[in-house]
C-alpha cells in the first residue's frame, strides 16, 4: 500500500483551512476546490502515522481486556469544515482530531489503567495534552479520555514528523452515547453533535450522560439534577416527549 506523505507547506494548509472556514460547503468553486485538495492530502497524510498509533493501541489494550474494542478514523471532511467555523482562529495544523484512534472498554477502571499505561510506559513519540472528560465532561455530556501525541518518525519516515494523532479512550456505556448522538444528528438532520438543534435532544442527551455518570460515579453534566430522582423523573418526561425509545431503536 502506498502512503500518502504532507505534499504542502504547514503556512499552505493553514491558508486551506482559512479558507474552507469561509466557504459553504460542500464547496464548487475554483478556489474552494484548491483549498480541498490541499486539505484532502494533509487528512490523507495522517493515514501511515494513524495505523502506527492504532497498532500500538491494540496491543496495549488488549494486555488489559481481551476483548477491547479497538478502532480508527480520520475527520470527515464536513466535520472538519464545521470546526473551522465555529473556531476561525484555528490554524489547520494545529487542529488535533484529524486522525483519531479509540478503545473502548467495559469498566472506567480499564481506562485510567491503559491511561496510565501510556504516561508510564516507552513510547516514541512526542506527548502534546490530554483531556479528561470523564471526570470534567464537556456541557453536551461527551466522556472521554483523551491523549495528543506527534508522530516521531526514523529517517525513512520523517515526512510524517509532527502530525498528530488523538487517542480516545472509553467504557462502552460512553460509546454508546456518543453513537447516540451521532446517529440522531444524522437522522434528524440537525448538528446534535456540535450542540446545535433541538433543545430538547441536547437536553436528552445530557441527562443521559449525567445517568451514565450516576453508574460510574463520576462527576454529572453541569446544569443537571445530581438528585438522581430528580434526574430520572426529567429524563422520562423527555423520553415521552422525544418518543427516544423509539427513534433509538428504530435508528
Known amino acids: 500500500m502506498a502512503w500518502s506523505v504532507p505534499e504542502y507547506k504547514p503556512e499552505q494548509v493553514n491558508a486551506a483551512g482559512k479558507a474552507l472556514g469561509v466557504m459553504v460547503f460542500p464547496v464548487s468553486n475554483v478556489s474552494g476546490l484548491e483549498a480541498l485538495g490541499v486539505i484532502n492530502n494533509w487528512r490523507s497524510a495522517h493515514a501511515y502515522p494513524l495505523n502506527t498509533f492504532q497498532i500500538t493501541l491494540r496491543h496495549r489494550a488488549r494486555k488489559i481486556e481481551s476483548k477491547v474494542v479497538v ?3 480520520a475527520k ?3 466535520s472538519i469544515h464545521r470546526k473551522l467555523v465555529v473556531k476561525p ?3 489547520m495544523t ?3 482530531d484529524i486522525a483519531g484512534c479509540r478503545a473502548v472498554f467495559s469498566r472506567l477502571s480499564q481506562v485510567y489503567r491503559l491511561v496510565q499505561a ?5 513510547f516514541d513519540h512526542k506527548y502534546r495534552n490530554e483531556k479528561d472528560y470523564i471526570q470534567n465532561p464537556k456541557p453536551d455530556g461527551y466522556r472521554s479520555f483523551h491523549l495528543v501525541y506527534e508522530y516521531m518518525g526514523t529517517a525513512k519516515t520523517a515526512a510524517y514528523n509532527g502530525l498528530r494523532v488523538e487517542i480516545q ?3 462502552q456505556a460512553q460509546h454508546a452515547w456518543a453513537t447516540a448522538v451521532e446517529a440522531v444528528g444524522i437522522f434528524t438532520k440537525q448538528a446534535v453533535k456540535s450542540s446545535q438543534g433541538d433543545e430538547d435532544w441536547l437536553q436528552f442527551f445530557a441527562l443521559m450522560s449525567s445517568a451514565i455518570a450516576s453508574m460510574e460515579k463520576t462527576p454529572c453534566v453541569p446544569g443537571t439534577p ?3 430522582i430528580a434526574l430520572r423523573n426529567e ?3 423527555l423520553t415521552l416527549k422525544l418518543r427516544a425509545r423509539d427513534m433509538l431503536k428504530g435508528i
Open 71 to 73: 478502532a480508527q478514523r
Open 76 to 78: 470527515r471532511l464536513d
Open 89 to 91: 482562529t484555528m490554524r
Open 94 to 96: 494545529q487542529m488535533q
Open 118 to 122: 501510556y504516561k508510564t510506559g516507552s
Open 169 to 171: 479512550i472509553r467504557t
Open 226 to 228: 445530581t438528585n438522581k
Open 235 to 237: 429524563l422520562e418526561k
